[in-house]
């Protein structure tokens, strides 16, 4: 009984948890934009450097290809982005911001901000800086590794 306790409360069940959360009130609050699921994401490589391609955004996020291309399409059809052909590579294309695009770049960053501000209240400022340099630190010994499980069998 006490490994089913461990289950539930557990470091990964935790993370589990408040990812959930985070998931959640992030697809409501960004939802206020007009985005979906991981568009953030996409939109955020495209603020950074702008007309990339899909590829180029796929390997920066770490996502499929698919799923930039889905994304892509989507912001595409909302307005926010647009698709031209690679003046290098005619076999190629490149994603750009529209200005609808780049009106939206500080509403979701402030939307962003209120989520984290939501997500962390029990946290004081210490508390937040030590959480996001463990999760840093996490992230960064698995950056290039996918977890093995394995049977203890």
């Not at 979906?36 to 499929?64: F, H």
């Not at 901000?113 to 209240?121: C, D, K, T, V």
């Not at 463990?134 to 203890?152: G, M, P, V």
Request: hydrophobic share 40%; proline share 1%; with cysteine.
């Amino acid at each position: 009984m006490a490994e089913s306790v461990e289950l539930c409360n557990g470091v990964s069940a935790l993370l589990k948890r408040v990812a959930h959360i985070n998931r959640v009130e992030g697809e409501r609050i960004l939802g206020e934009c007009g985005f979906r699921g991981g568009q953030e994401y996409v939109m955020g490589a495209l603020w950074e450097l702008d007309g990339q391609r899909p590829g180029d955004i796929a390997r920066r996020l770490g996502l499929s290809a698919a799923a930039v291309t889905k994304h892509v399409r989507n912001l595409t059809q909302a307005g926010y982005l647009e698709s031209r052909m690679d003046s290098e590579d005619k076999r190629a294309s490149r994603i750009f911001l529209t200005a609808s695009g780049h009106a939206v770049r500080e509403t979701v960053g402030q939307n962003i901000q209120r989520l984290e501000a939501e997500l962390l209240s029990p946290l004081n400022d210490r508390e937040r800086e030590e959480l996001a340099k463990l999760l840093s630190a996490i992230l960064a010994h698995h950056k290039n590794a996918c977890i093995e499980y394995r049977s203890s069998a």
